[in-house]
């Protein structure tokens, strides 16, 4: 005869036994009986799930209203699924924080105006501007330049530990885009002093018998693979991303840039 486990052991157990697994296994688990279901909905599974600083970084946002109702007003079982759908903007603004729904490791994006983009503050160059689409108070689209450089730098230690991250360059083009069918860019990703990364340079507006590595991501933006690195211990300093064109020849203007998303590999 078949002993249901169910029957054997309280709800908080196999809260608890589930809380040892992953999101992705507790998601799955509520398929297996209306008592698993329940279980996996326990404050005391997303709770471990939760990142240790989740509250702090949350306490960093943009609004102190927003960061009130997330501290106050959710379960953790909600505010897990809320980061997962709905990063929250921290830092004055120019970084979003949210969680990768399939492990609960952290995800950052760095907002336009973190960046370090060659001469963004001159008006001939590049205009800064508000996009209903973005989540960001403002972007920066290119007007003209022929000497492309754009740079972002994260802190390892505020990212998840022993985890592989992806940069991606989120951008767009405006109907005035010129250039970037011309020439290719050159994407890098480098972490600390002692690794040098590796260079890949594709075309970011490729022509028809080209290959396409950027891909549009689900809130209407375009992404591109800029490289991964692996955050050990979060000892390592900084992880330095970057978009180089710079032969000084070719003219290029119509870029409009977000930011750019680091997250775990294969999140999405």
Not at 45 to 52: H, T
Not at 79 to 85: E, M, N, P, Q
Not at 108 to 133: D, F, Q
Not at 158 to 168: C, E, F, G, H, Q
């Amino acid at each position: 005869m078949r002993t249901d486990i169910t029957n054997i052991l309280p709800e908080e157990c196999i809260s608890y036994i589930l809380s040892l697994t992953s999101p992705t296994d507790v998601c799955r688990s509520k398929l297996v009986s209306p008592v698993f279901r329940s279980a996996a909905d326990s404050d005391t599974i997303w709770g471990k799930f939760l990142p240790s600083d989740c509250y702090d970084i949350i306490s960093n946002a943009s609004s102190s209203s927003s960061s009130k109702l997330l501290t106050s007003s959710m379960s953790k079982t909600q505010l897990y699924f809320h980061l997962c759908k709905n990063p929250i903007i921290i830092d004055n603004g120019t970084m979003s924080f949210g969680l990768d729904k399939a492990t609960g490791k952290k995800c950052y994006m760095l907002g336009a105006r973190r960046l370090s983009i060659a001469w963004a503050n001159t008006p001939r160059y590049w205009r800064w501007k508000r996009v209903p689409e973005s989540r960001f108070s403002e972007v920066a689209e290119l007007k003209e330049v022929w000497w492309l450089d754009v740079k972002g730098t994260i802190e390892t230690k505020i990212l998840s530990p022993n985890t592989t991250y992806v940069a991606y360059l989120v951008y767009k083009f405006s109907s005035s885009r010129y250039g970037f069918e011309k020439k290719p860019v050159d994407l890098h990703v480098e972490l600390g002093e002692s690794d040098a990364g590796r260079t890949f340079r594709i075309f970011l507006d490729p022509s028809a018998n080209i290959p396409q590595f950027s891909r549009e991501r689900e809130d209407g933006w375009m992404e591109v693979k800029l490289g991964e690195f692996f955050n050990e211990h979060g000892d390592d300093g900084k992880a330095t991303c970057s978009l180089r064109e710079v032969d000084n020849y070719t003219v290029k203007k119509g870029l409009i840039i977000e930011g750019i998303d680091i997250r775990p590999k294969d999140s999405r």
